[in-house]
Structures are given as C-alpha cells and as structure tokens.
C-alpha cells in the first residue's frame, strides 16, 4: 500500500521560503530591496511580489533565474513547489484518495 504523502503541517510554497530567508538576507547582507532583486532576475516587481506573496506558483523559468542569481539548484525551487502541491492535493482529496484500492506494485516499476 501506498505511503501517505501527508506529514503534518503544509510545507512551505517556496514564495514563503524566498520572503521569509532570502528577501530579509539580501536587505540586509547586500542592501538590495525586493525590487532591485526582481530586476536582477529579470522580472517585474509584481510577477516576484506574487510568488511570494503564494499567488503564483514556482515555473521553471524562475527556478532557473532564482538558481542562478543564488548559486543554487533550479530542481530545489521546483521540488519546493511539486511538494506544496502534492500536499495540497491530497488534503483536498482526503477520502476519495483512501478509498482508492490499489492493484499492487507492477513488475514494469
């Protein structure tokens, strides 16, 4: 049987990891305000305001801008959001994704 995806608490929506670790560091450490770090990714205030602010989600073309800019891994920022959204679909399929039975694991997997 399938593992349940769900452990607790929501994870973060990565919006909420850049504006609660990033944002605060780069004002602090570099003293650039959001704006000046939207224009270094490229992208309008409002399209960074809106990802952190868990408007919009994570594409792949921010994750690449935001891997760069950060010297980190585009896949992190993605991976951040394939598990917010995982999480969100299974509290919003609850009993109905229960109630699915499975048919076993496949030789092919």
Known sequence: ?????????APNHP???LRLTVLPS??????????????RLGVS???????????TN?????????GRVLGNEPQFWMN??????LWKAEAAMG???????PVGKLKAW
């Not at 049987?1 to 608490?9: H, Y």
């Not at 994570?58 to 935001?66: D, G, K, V």
């Open 95 to 101: 009993e109905h994704l229960a109630a699915l039975k």
């Open 80 to 85: 951040l959001q394939a598990n917010y959204d």
């Open 58 to 66: 994570m594409t792949p073309s921010l994750a690449l801008r935001l």
């Open 26 to 39: 780069l004002l602090t450490e570099r003293d650039m305000p959001k704006g000046a770090f939207a224009e």
């Open 1 to 9: 049987m399938a593992k349940p995806l769900k452990r607790g608490l």
């Open 15 to 17: 919006g909420e990891i």
């Open 45 to 55: 205030y409002d399209v960074l305001d809106n990802l952190v602010s868990g408007k």
